[in-house]
């Protein structure tokens, strides 16, 4: 049994560690709803990808930036807001990504695999790859992280204190888009929001500072990982719903607690 | 936003700029110069374009016409008018001033103590009042040891007695470190008593100069009207001037604890 979900298993971790603080971020910044349009184009890059035959992980980082850049020149008027925008842009690229993939001729694809994942078709090369971008990303957020936090409070004071925040945004979508780039094979385009959001929720009430709400989430995700797997493996469910319903039950427990502060 | 000469003294210096949102224009061709050891008053009613001339100065908005020049290396702390701290974000007092200061506990600690908020370090940032976020948000401002100090609206939601103390250490960190500072206000309550310049902005600059001088001028009485926040600067002026009347309007009392037509 080992063999066959240690794959499986070291590639939903490597999710649910990076989606920890990632996924903080999105809490704070009010981001769901984007991170999920996000998901949503990666279906329209992996589309394109199979169709130019070019690498997966590529096309995804590239469609989700460019999704966040046309996010941004659309947001520059002002009769549509922003939430609105976010509607049409994820069930455009979700639509165009599903009809992308129904016309490929050459390989049969599997629609589901990439709507709700397929964690346990991940080879050990997907293990290696994917650790390689947990570990970028978490360098990368350690780097940046008073950076990151400063614009997160207030852009104005973080600016006039000298913080490129231009530069810190456009680095956090980076990261967002690798994360959903590596997520789109183990949870799937349409659970990976629920990563993102429901372990950093869950953090919010057990922390008093940033670092530890972005270190339960990581926490709480890989309980999630381990629980959803080992429900899968007995109950024969699907993978990728198995590890959100853990993780709503976690945070389910998390109400239980009183919030101080 | 270009720079002064390194053996300029002047901190910022705003030259005729201008700015406008769509038609409306917000600011037209104003000047502005903020000197090391000075405080400055920026003063004029709402919507008269006193933030975005303090956004200008801090660069965080650039002009549409005019220039903005800034001494090479400036420091600048901001207090801006409020700040909304989301409650998803978990922030205690010292990681909000670890911000602007990292590494540098006994410095957070001291910056705290100096504006009254000691007890607050170890408090959510999202729970504090209104007043006590102001005097975190002068101490963040401080920490960064600035040259220049720009406060947007200080006073709002402080009791006049906290507002009386903040003026009066405003006064001392000029003393004490010689930076200059600019501050925004929309009413006239005690400002006036301890700035050197005043500024009076109804998107141009109506006139300037020393408290004495503005209060003097026809247009600042055009644009406060004859009573319009008056009894407070009588009070002041009657505290340190007893040579002129301040309005000239024969219903309006200059003396302190006199009596009141209401």
Partial sequence: MIELLAPALLAGLAVALVAGPMGAFVVWRRMAFFGDTLAHGALLGAALALALDVNLYLAVVVACLAIAAALVGLQQQRQITGDTLLGIVAHTTLALGVIALSLQKSVQVDLFAYLFGDLLAVNWRDVLALWAGAVLILVLLAWHWRALLSITVNEDLAQVEGVPVTRTRLILMLLLALLIAGAIRTVGVLLITSLLVIPAAGARRLSRTPEQMAALASLLGLASVCLGLTVSWYADTPVGPSIVVAAALLFGFTLLRRPDS | ?262
Avoid at chain 2, 63 to 81: C, H, K, N, T
């Fill in chain 2, 1 to 262: 936003m270009s720079q002064l000469r390194a053996d300029n003294q002047t901190l910022v210096a705003v030259h005729g700029v201008g700015l406008a949102y769509g038609a409306h224009s917000v600011l037209d061709d104003v000047s502005l110069t903020l000197e090391p050891g000075r405080i400055t008053t920026l003063i004029g009613p709402n919507g008269a374009g006193k933030s975005t001339l303090a956004r200008l100065v801090l660069g965080l908005t650039r002009p549409d016409r005019g220039r903005v020049e800034r001494r090479a290396g400036l420091r600048i702390g901001y207090m801006p008018q409020h700040l909304e701290m989301d409650e998803s974000l978990p922030l205690t007092v010292d990681r909000f001033l670890w911000l602007a200061a990292p590494g540098r506990t006994r410095a957070r600690r001291d910056a705290l103590q100096r504006t009254g908020v000691a007890h607050l370090r170890r408090r959510a940032v999202s729970g504090l009042s209104g007043g006590e976020m102001q005097r975190v948000l002068l101490a963040r401002a401080l920490l960064r040891k600035p040259d220049l100090l720009v406060l947007d609206e200080p006073a709002q939601g402080v009791d006049v007695s906290g507002q009386d103390a903040l003026y009066g250490l405003l006064g001392q960190v000029r003393d004490e470190t010689g930076c200059g500072i600019l501050l925004i206000s929309h009413d006239l309550h005690l400002v006036m008593a301890r700035t050197d310049q005043v500024v009076c902005l109804h998107h141009h600059v109506c006139c300037s100069g020393t408290p004495e001088a503005v209060s003097r001028d026809p247009a600042y009485h055009r644009l406060f009207g004859p009573s319009g926040g008056m009894p407070n600067l009588a009070v002041y002026t009657h505290d340190h001037d007893h040579d002129h009347d301040l309005s000239g309007d024969p219903h309006h009392d200059a003396h302190q604890g006199g009596h009141h037509h209401d």
